[in-house]
């Protein structure tokens, strides 16, 4: 039996992830083979030892144990498990009620910000140490802020006053129970709960690995980071000094529900393609094509459905992953010709945005797109799907 630990962590994993639109609670989706919350997991116990409690949604308890015991080590009987609330507030007052009773310091922390090193969350309990009621890691903000008025600015923002607040924020037990049980409103994060109940609250340095996963390039950034480029056999004889041609071919029949992504762009109005990541049907034919020229299989060899990371990646997703491989294989792209045969949508007013869109995710390479209605005939004319077709020439890099 583990001593009670003087700190515990709430691990707030009961979003519904409804901006990231992946069709279930955002720390249950994959960014590799394991969900976010279990990346979140481990670098929390990576860290001192703790209480963990994490908040999940209603019918999620088992998965959440699941992940955690899988990164607790010799720290299993530090878990627990509770169901949050309505709104986030009422989720980390669910986990502060389970936080055992001679825990002196509770950390709250954001299971979206999957990446967050353990240094970071070593900074916040220091300062704890240090006597100070509640910390909080942040960031300076770079861009330049404006504070606007309907469509106008109104007025320049001094960012040098400004931070972006991060998690995991840390408080001496007693200030947040006190926090919570006199706050009469709603407030977006436990930092400015504490602070309206008249306690100073300290920053200490973030990182900027701590992100919050909140949209779909930020799940796209987190996997770029969590999955290496897949591995391969090298051969030292030389690359042949000729040209190579590819030819790739996709199929996406349309989809009930969701957002049409094609030639990697949005078509806001148009019916959704299915597949395993967004069905962009022209993206996976290029990515057949380059990978065909290469010698290095298809894309089911690479980006499989047995891949996790790639479900609902984009189309500059797979283009920049397909770039490197060629190039780790000494090959440069010459050029790429891909045609769309489909009913919808009508690729005319957007072909240059399309072409400049896929070039730019190739590293600059030129491509060329084409489409066709095909008359009507067959399965795209019958408006029931997208075929695309590519041919990609390969020089020696």
Known sequence: MLPVPRLAVIVVAAGAGTRLGAG??????GLDEDSILRHALANVFAGPEAQVVIVT??????DALTDALAV??????????????????????????????DVEYVLVHDAARALTPPAVFDRVISSLDAGLPAVIPALPVVDTLKRIAGTSVSAAVDRSEIVAAQTPQGFRRDVLVTA??????????????????????AVVAGDPLAFKITTPQDLDRARHLVAPLPTREVSIDPVPSEPRVGVGTDVHAFSPTGTLWLAGL??????ALSGHSDGDAVAHAIVDALLAAAGLGDIGTHFGVDRPEY?????????ARTLGLIGEAGWRIGNVSVQVQAQRPRFAARRREAEATLSSALGGAVVSVSATTTDGLGFPGRSEGVFAVAVAVLLPA
Do not use: C, M, N
């Open 57 to 62: 949604p209603t019918g999620f308890e088992g």
């Open 72 to 101: 607790a080590g010799d720290r299993r009987e530090l878990i627990t498990v509770v169901t949050g609330g309505r709104a986030r507030q009422d989720s980390v007052a669910a986990g502060l009620a389970a936080v055992w009773a």
């Open 311 to 319: 479900d609902g990646a984009h189309a500059d997703v797979f283009l």
């Open 180 to 201: 919570y049980r006199v706050a009469s409103r709603e407030f977006t994060d436990d930092a400015a709960l504490v602070a309206d109940a008249g306690h100073p609250v």
């Open 24 to 29: 279930g609670p955002k720390a249950f989706i």
């Open 266 to 271: 949005e078509w806001p109005g148009e019916q």
